[in-house]
């Protein structure tokens, strides 16, 4: 654990994280690659490949309360143990909310975990194939309700398509077929893939154009 860090542990802080987003919070946790933030309303998991400073504040700059339960996903006394792909094993199967870019957060609950990438099903877009390095905030729904006042059985699929091992491979699968990358933000991408090589995506859009995609920037893709 980075000691410069822990002696921030309960203390008010503001990071900033990708994408010029400023978060407030008392730090709560911290493990080998994320901070545990609590907003005063929830625990927010924020991988530190996405901070990009934060600091301290005094306690009259943030007008909320200190946690007085434990949070939801702790690993036990040694925080050590607190890694990214622990808390998305915790977090499988439970209502979460998922931060990647364009103030468009997503909400359902990850189904399954692979080398770089989870499957996320969201009432809205259903079935979702996310880069774990595009992540920037997690928050799991301490309430037991559903997302968009659905219970807990919001039509999840029972059985699981098996899935391969990278991000890349499974973009693969998709070839012939429509797709939306990037979940119909200003960065979005809808149409057809033709191929994909090395780490380049062809895409045919609506009217015959191409689409060349960097798969290093693609956050997330759906089959429409």
Known sequence: MNKIIQSLIKEFV???VSGKKIIKGTLID???DLMVIFN????????FNHIHSFC???KNEFDTISPTESYSMQTGENSENLTLLLTLHQAKGKNSEIYLTDDQPLHGCITQIMDDYFEFYSPIYKTMYISTKHLKWLI???SNEGPYGFNNNYSKPLLNEPLVNTFKSQIEKFKDKI???NIGGSKSHIGKIKNVEEQVVEMEKARAAKDYLNIEHIKT???V
């Open 14 to 16: 503001q990071i900033e």
């Open 30 to 32: 911290l493990g080998t």
């Open 40 to 47: 005063g309303t929830d625990y927010m998991y924020i991988p």
């Open 56 to 58: 301290s504040i005094p």
């Open 140 to 142: 799991p729904y301490i």
């Open 179 to 181: 797709i939306v990358f």
């Open 221 to 223: 893709i759906h089959e």
